[in-house]
């Protein structure tokens, strides 16, 4: 079962509400926002596994080729360009679609990898973390997520901390969930792009409900929105200095009764709403 | 280099010659290319790429055998691949499509490197690239 963290906005809460939600409940935690993974922070230390993961780009075989310029013409995203002695490939610019290798007329485009990153794994208490790690200068995370996706296993419930935003890694990243925990925060910003999340997930058929973070400032009324949008509202986290603190400071909130009584109620909702 | 001084492509935002350069190579509306007596204007069918527009401008050049660029704007991998294709480029240079031609024709183009970009930035790119490989 995959229950994915997502939020329109960022900074408002989605890793805090990953790492103690999956803490709280003894869950796997995986973080697919990886362009910038940081709920490693909260897991503790360990041994990890790394496995580099590559993306397929265009390998030419010059031998074979005979410099038709198929592959240029029909690549969508100008990565092959024909120059008058050879195929040139852009790597960064290749998307990995294979169209190349398949309607190339001679057959000479072969599909090799191009490393992109790394799947990091760890285990502590019997509990799973995995992240990507995007390589610096690599401007499509997608194939990246989707092998952190692949690697989580089938049987467990793992908490996804995923991408802000509503862009190809926030939509390849909560695709397919069976639940999604949607962080807010009352502001005018945060209620923009939770209706742009939103809809997303009504695109998707994503089931799923919010979270009001922040709860107590911004005065915008996220209830009265989520309402207007058939949306259910999972409970709220306060507006306190004290949280930020201790967030910050890469500490576990739910080490405090009070707060571990939150998320212990957003654990129960979320059950509540995934049965019914 | 055939004609008065090869087959030259200036980005352009018309079909008219006396029409005001256009400063971008990969999304420019359309190239003026001239030949000796010869001028045509080709749409540029990069434009409206959502990605790689300037290495599919650079195709469109190679494609139309030209030997020369002239734009205001060049991105470093269009640029390499003009290099790569043994096309001269002259970057940085504005006004009316025929002024310019005529100051090329009469030598009076400053040679540039190619890509426009910032020098810092591309000595940045430089160092990276040496660390990295």
């Known amino acids: 079962m995959r229950i994915a963290v997502a939020s329109g906005k960022g900074g408002t809460g989605k890793t805090l509400v ?11 935690l995986a973080d697919l926002d990886v362009e910038e993974p940081n709920a490693f922070l909260y897991f503790g230390d360990g041994p990890s596994t790394i496995v580099p993961v590559s993306r ?31 195929i040139r490939v852009h790597e960064e610019l290749c998307h990995g679609c294979g169209a190349c290798v398949r309607l190339c007329p001679r057959q000479a485009i072969e599909e090799a990898g191009h490393e992109m990153g790394a799947l990091v794994s760890m285990a502590q208490n019997g509990r799973r973390l995995v992240y990507g790690r995007l390589d610096v200068g690599e401007a499509n995370a997608v194939p ?25 890694n926030m939509v390849e990243a909560v695709r397919g969930s069976d639940y999604a ?19 997303v997930l009504e695109r998707l058929g994503v089931p799923h409900g919010v979270v009001i973070n922040k709860a107590g400032m911004g005065g915008v009324d996220i209830v009265a929105m989520c309402a207007s949008r058939g949306a ?29 009584r939150t998320f212990r109620d957003l654990w129960g909702a979320v059950m509540r709403r995934m049965r019914s | 280099m055939t ?22 190579f990969g999304r420019c509306r359309c190239f003026a290319i001239a030949e000796g007596e010869h001028m045509l204007t080709i749409e540029n069918t990069a434009r409206d790429a959502s990605e790689g527009a300037g290495v599919k401008a650079a195709q469109l050049m190679i494609d139309n055998r030209v030997d020369v660029v002239i734009t205001g704007s060049l991105g470093p991998k269009a640029s390499q691949v003009l290099e790569e294709a043994g096309i001269r480029s002259f970057v940085g240079i504005s006004g009316k499509v025929a002024d310019v031609l005529e100051r090329y024709r009469k030598g009076r183009l400053e040679a540039s490197s190619g890509d426009s970009r910032d020098r810092d930035v591309q000595r940045k790119d430089r160092d990276d690239s040496l660390r990295t490989h």
């Open chain 1, 232 to 260: 259910a509202v999972l409970g709220s986290i306060p507006f306190r200095r004290d949280i930020a603190e201790r967030h910050a400071m890469g500490q576990l909130l739910i080490d405090r009764p009070e707060d571990r």
């Open chain 1, 18 to 28: 990953s790492v103690n939600l999956s803490a709280v409940a003894g869950l796997d």
């Open chain 2, 3 to 24: 004609g008065d001084k090869g087959r030259v492509a200036i980005s352009a935002t018309g079909a008219s010659i006396e029409g005001e350069m256009d400063h971008h």
């Open chain 1, 56 to 86: 397929p780009v265009p390998s030419i075989d010059r031998s074979a080729c005979d410099l038709c310029g198929e592959c240029a013409r029909v690549c969508a995203f100008n990565a092959l360009v024909r120059l008058p002695q050879r």
């Open chain 1, 144 to 168: 990246l997520i989707k092998a952190v996706r692949s690697s989580l296993e089938p049987g467990r419930t793992t908490i996804m901390d995923c991408p802000p935003g509503t862009s190809c």
């Open chain 1, 181 to 199: 925990i949607m962080v807010t925060e009352p502001t005018p910003f945060g209620a923009h792009d939770l209706s742009l999340a939103l809809d």
